[in-house]
């Protein structure tokens, strides 16, 4: 247990619904990842909090996802009117900036879309 | 852009002996570079960070190498056992320290 967990761990959902994962990183930890990964690949960026601020996307954040980060500490990923192509395993990292590059990693949500 | 290559075949060793896997950059010099190691259904665990000015890192069984000059990283598990069976990650640090992975090595130790 690295200390970052996320909720749920795994989501089934159809074609065109929207969900939303949950991310509670280390408490001290301001720097705030996600990831995306599907079978066979390493994970992909797709944006970065320093606190409450939203710092960068990736062009794989399409205008479908949204993410937040109230207040600096719990983040979500929500994506609105899911397509097939959005299964994959969302991961979510948080970093102590400043100190450390080691980013630790939560378990992950499995998202499939039927 | 920048591109971390791993050999995306599996590969299988037996019980016992080293493991070698391999990172190679391009397009870019990475300061440092990282690998993780990811267990099916679970997130990346970090193992070892190398920075370029370090030809070799050592933890208990694992040893990492840095050549800039070959722009690539070499990962190896000494006396492999088959709990090291797992999918091993190498990384490089973009901006805001994200990280740029490899699509990872799977291997498969055997007794």
């Known amino acids: 247990d690295t200390g970052v967990s996320q909720n749920p761990r795994h989501k089934i959902t159809k074609r065109g619904q929207n969900v939303t994962f949950r991310c509670d990183p280390i408490?001290?930890?301001?720097?705030l990842y996600w990831y995306r990964q599907t079978l066979g690949q390493g994970p992909e960026f797709l944006t970065y909090f320093q606190n409450e601020a939203q710092l960068e996307k990736s062009r794989l954040l399409s205008d479908r996802f949204s993410a937040e980060r109230p207040k600096g500490s719990f983040s979500t990923l929500e994506i609105q009117r899911t397509e097939q192509g959005d299964s994959a395993m969302y991961l979510c990292?948080?970093?102590?900036?400043?100190?450390?590059?080691?980013?630790?990693f939560g378990p992950g949500t499995r998202l499939l879309v039927l | 852009s920048q591109k971390i290559e791993q050999n995306s075949e599996a590969l299988n060793i037996q019980e016992g002996k080293t493991a070698t896997l391999t990172c190679n950059y391009t397009n870019y010099s990475p300061a440092y570079l990282q690998w993780y190691r990811q267990d099916p259904g679970r997130g990346p665990v970090f193992l070892l960070l190398i920075r370029e000015n370090e030809k070799e890192k050592r933890k208990e069984r694992l040893k990492v190498t840095f050549d800039t000059t070959l722009k690539q990283s070499l990962f190896h598990i000494t006396a492999s056992q088959p709990a090291d069976s797992a999918t091993y990650l190498c990384?490089?640090?973009?901006?805001?320290?994200?990280?740029?992975f490899g699509a990872g090595t799977r291997l498969a130790v055997h007794p």
């Open positions: 990384a490089s640090q973009g901006g805001y320290n994200k990280l740029i």
């Open positions: 990292a948080s970093l102590r900036g400043g100190i450390k590059e080691t980013q630790y």
């Open positions: 408490s001290e930890h301001n720097r």
